[in-house]
């Protein structure tokens, strides 16, 4: 069975594809297919991949930004977890809050509360 990998799907490059699946799951997002070296990952209505590669310095696509049901509870378990983040804004763009941290290959990822429409920025 073939497993390849949408071409439409955003690809972020990981170094140890463990380490940041491990990640990415405490920020809600969900498995939703696999292969070798690779994750697909979905947040919301946002997918993307995880793929497994050396530390080559390219970093691939750009995290999309993210969403999840509670952001003060994920900003609880990120800070008991010692995961840094930037206190919560409140952008016109995200008026529900949105945090920002980085993943363990340091890409920036924004989390924005869900429930709240996101409004494009001016």
Same mark, same amino acid.
């Given at each position: 069975?073939?497993?390849?990998?949408?071409?439409?799907?955003?690809?972020?490059?990981?170094?140890?594809?463990?380490?940041?699946?491990?990640?990415?799951?405490?920020?809600?997002?969900?498995?939703?297919? @696999? !292969?070798? &070296?690779?994750?697909? $990952? =979905?947040?919301?209505?946002? #997918?993307?991949?995880?793929?497994?590669?050396?530390? +080559? %310095?390219? @970093? !691939?696509? &750009?995290?999309?930004? $993210? =969403?999840?049901?509670?952001? #003060?509870?994920?900003?609880?378990?990120?800070?008991? +977890? %010692?995961?840094?983040?930037?206190?919560?804004?409140?952008?016109?763009?995200?008026?529900?809050?949105?945090?920002?941290?980085?993943?363990?290959?340091?890409?920036?990822?924004?989390?924005?509360?869900?429930?709240?429409?996101?409004?494009?920025?001016?």
């Amino acid at each position: 069975m073939d497993m390849s990998i949408s071409v439409s799907a955003r690809r972020i490059r990981a170094v140890q594809l463990m380490r940041s699946l491990r990640f990415y799951l405490a920020l809600d997002c969900e498995v939703r297919l @696999s !292969g070798a &070296g690779w994750v697909q $990952l =979905r947040n919301a209505d946002t #997918l993307f991949v995880l793929e497994e590669h050396g530390s +080559d %310095g390219r @970093s !691939g696509d &750009g995290v999309p930004d $993210l =969403r999840t049901g509670n952001l #003060l509870h994920l900003c609880g378990r990120l800070c008991a +977890d %010692g995961i840094d983040t930037s206190p919560v804004g409140y952008p016109a763009c995200a008026p529900g809050g949105r945090i920002t941290t980085r993943d363990p290959d340091s890409h920036a990822v924004s989390i924005s509360q869900a429930g709240v429409p996101l409004k494009a920025a001016p």
